[in-house]
């Protein structure tokens, strides 16, 4: 049974930094790209980050590009993401997504995407 297990949310001043970490389970992980959503109180589950199966290959939003980095390790089966400079905009849950298929492409919208990792909360206070 496919499991993804976020962690690494928290509480953090602006300018600061988290890292998230998302363990896999119950799949093939490195046939799969993989990704990383956001969503914000009433607003739609968006796009941050995503990563190519093999860690190759790497795609961010323009809103996290140059702030974020995406990162996978095969051999253990995870995946992380490093954010820098948060800002209170980037306050939301995080969940971390598995490709619906096993293409190259990197996936960018949500339907794209078939496993999904139960969240974690990240709040930036400024």
């Known amino acids: 049974q496919v499991q993804l297990v976020e962690s690494g949310g928290g509480l953090v001043q602006a300018g600061g930094s988290l890292r998230l970490s998302c363990a896999a389970s119950?799949?093939?992980?490195?046939?799969?790209?993989m990704g990383w959503f956001r969503q914000a109180p009433g607003k739609e589950r968006e796009f941050v980050a995503a990563?190519?199966?093999?860690?190759?290959?790497?795609l961010y939003a323009d809103s996290v590009k140059g702030r974020f980095a995406i990162s996978r390790d095969n051999a253990k089966i995870t995946m992380t993401l490093q954010m820098n400079l948060l800002k209170s905009a980037d306050t939301a849950v995080y969940y971390c997504?598995?490709?619906?298929?096993?293409?190259?492409?990197?996936?960018?919208?949500?339907?794209?995407?078939?496993?999904w990792g139960q969240g974690t909360q990240v709040t930036v206070i400024s």
């Open positions: 990563i190519t199966r093999r860690g190759d290959g790497t």
């Open positions: 997504a598995r490709h619906r298929d096993t293409w190259e492409a990197i996936r960018l919208t949500p339907d794209e995407y078939d496993y």
């Open positions: 119950g799949f093939t992980f490195s046939t799969y790209g």
